[in-house]
C-alpha cells in the first residue's frame, strides 16, 4: 500500500519503521517533531512541514501522491473532513477503550488502572470517535508514563500489523 504518515514521538517513529518494514511504501512523512523528521530524512523519504496539514494547498499535494492510506500516529493537528474524505484515514491512539483525548497515560496512571491498550480506529469528524478497527490489551507494570509508553511500544506494532492485515482482506 502507498502510505501517507502523519506523526511523532516514539510511538510514531516506531509505527512509522514498522510501516516500512512491512513492506509499504511510504509516499510522504509529516512530522510532528525532529524524532520522526530526522530519521525519515536520514531514509530519503519525502518529508513535508505544512504550518497547517489541513490547508487546501497541502490537501492538493497529498491528493497527488495517490496514497492508499493516511495513517496518524500521535499526531497534534484535528484532520478536518477534507482529508478524511480524500483517504481512508487510521489514528493510532493508547488506552482509547477508555481514555478518549489528550494524554490517555496520565489518565490511566491517575486511576491506579492496570489494563493499557493500542487501538486503531478509522478517523471521523468527531475526534477519537470512529469505530475501532483493532485493539490489543497488555497488563502493565510501570507506573510512570514513560515507562507504560515501553510496555506499550511493541503492542503499537502488534496492532499495526493487525490493522494492515484487516485492510488487506476487507
Request: proline fraction near 0%; hydrophobic fraction near 55%; charged fraction near 10%.
Given at each position: 500500500m502507498k502510505i501517507i504518515f502523519y506523526g511523532g514521538r516514539q510511538a510514531g517513529l516506531i509505527n512509522l519503521l514498522a510501516t516500512i518494514a512491512l513492506g509499504h511504501k511510504v509516499v510522504c512523512v509529516v512530522p510532528v517533531d525532529q524524532v520522526v523528521e530526522s530519521v525519515a530524512l536520514k531514509m530519503g523519504l519525502n518529508v513535508k512541514k505544512p504550518k497547517n496539514i489541513n490547508s487546501d494547498d497541502f490537501v492538493d499535494h497529498l491528493?497527488?501522491?495517490?496514497?492508499d492510506l493516511f495513517v496518524c500516529c500521535h499526531g497534534r493537528q484535528i484532520i478536518r473532513s477534507r482529508i478524511l474524505k480524500a483517504f481512508k484515514c487510521v489514528n493510532f491512539h493508547p488506552c482509547l477503550y477508555k481514555y478518549k483525548g489528550a494524554e490517555p497515560i496520565k489518565k490511566l496512571l491517575a486511576e491506579g488502572n492496570k489494563k493499557a491498550s493500542v487501538?486503531?480506529?478509522?478517523m471521523t469528524e468527531t475526534v477519537d470517535g470512529g469505530e475501532v478497527i483493532v485493539e490489543n490489551f497488555k497488563e502493565i507494570e510501570s507506573q510512570t508514563e514513560v515507562g507504560v509508553y515501553n510496555e506499550l511500544y511493541p503492542v503499537y506494532v502488534e496492532t499495526l500489523i493487525d490493522v494492515f492485515y484487516k485492510i488487506n482482506n476487507m
Open positions: 491528493e497527488g501522491l495517490g496514497a487501538a486503531a480506529h478509522w
